[in-house]
């Protein structure tokens, strides 16, 4: 039976250390941090994928300006705050909440926030960054979950690590992290052949594919680190992640749950390039 990996309880503990770093910056230096997250429209997810972030930055000590703007809101519109946002000091990273209104090209968007601000690590100067290990921020999730499996005392270094999935927010970033690791990794995606055969071989598995109940216990390595980025709902519309817990938790070594597992470690490695962005902003490493 495999350990539950506990994300809420390491995802707490990052903020914990995020909240006292950031104390210690405000009595040593009389820093602020400040966080803008910009939301246009009314996706429900979004709103409240947002108003978490808000209460983690408040958990943390950090300011946060909201910017929520109508649907009809034009890309110009967008553009004109987000270049705003890149030269007021008091914001020290910029976060436009995925996904824009279809009227908006979310490439022109992403690629208007200064790297330096982009808590989110989507600008492609961050996107090159990570490719070749010079990296200030990384990407949420796919950090989140580099802790989750360090979280377990697992060495990456020389092991099969698979990762299903290749989108440009986690499959790819994911991959390289691993690899930087050490770890040999493999990367899956709906074309690959012999799925079950990789994942079999796989000592660390991370499920990023967006189906539900995806992987079953019978594709799992006996003892493999699992870890299930998916946020889906099953057949009763109930939270489920992309892997088939009950089976995969009879043979897996570690697996984490979802809910509790790589979701509430997204938000706190938010707050962390938050920080990491204030302290560069103002000269310190
Ligand atoms: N929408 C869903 N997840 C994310 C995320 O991590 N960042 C942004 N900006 N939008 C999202």
């Known amino acids: 039976m ?3 990996i506990d994300g809420k309880a390491v995802s707490a503990s990052v903020k914990e250390e995020v909240a006292k770093e950031a104390a210690a910056l405000k009595d040593s230096k009389g820093l602020n941090v400040g966080l803008a997250v910009v939301i246009v429209g009314n996706d429900s ?4 994928y947002v108003n978490n972030k808000k209460k983690a930055c408040e958990a943390v000590g950090f300011q946060s300006f909201e910017y929520a703007l109508p649907e009809e809101t034009t890309q110009e519109q967008l553009l004109e705050l987000v270049n705003t946002l890149n030269n007021d000091c008091k914001v020290n990273g910029i976060l436009v909440q995925l996904p824009l209104p279809k009227h908006i090209d979310e490439k022109a968007v992403i690629d208007a926030i200064s790297p330096d601000k982009d808590v989110d690590a989507f600008h492609p100067v961050n996107v090159g960054k990570i490719m070749i290990g010079d990296y200030s921020f990384l990407p949420c999730t796919p950090a989140g979950v580099m802790r989750l499996i360090e979280s377990t005392g697992v060495d990456i270094t020389g092991k099969q690590c698979v990762v299903i999935g290749r989108s440009n927010i986690v499959g790819k970033p994911q991959a390289m992290l691993l690899l930087q690791k050490n770890g040999t990794v493999t990367i899956c995606h709906s074309k690959t052949k012999n799925l079950k055969e990789i994942c079999l071989g796989a000592d660390i598995l991370v499920v990023a594919i967006g189906r539900a109940k995806f992987v079953t216990g019978d594709m ?6 699992v870890i299930d980025v998916g946020m889906d709902r099953d057949e009763n519309g109930k939270l489920c992640g992309d892997v088939d817990f009950a089976s995969a938790e009879q043979v897996a070594g570690y697996i984490t749950p979802v809910p509790g597992g790589v979701g509430p470690m997204t938000i706190a490695m938010l707050m962390k390039n ?11 490493q």
């Open 274 to 284: 938050t920080l990491t962005a204030a302290k560069q902003q103002a000269g310190i």
């Open 220 to 225: 799992i390595k006996p003892g493999a680190v």
């Open 2 to 4: 495999a350990q539950i």
């Open 45 to 48: 997810a979004s709103r409240v």
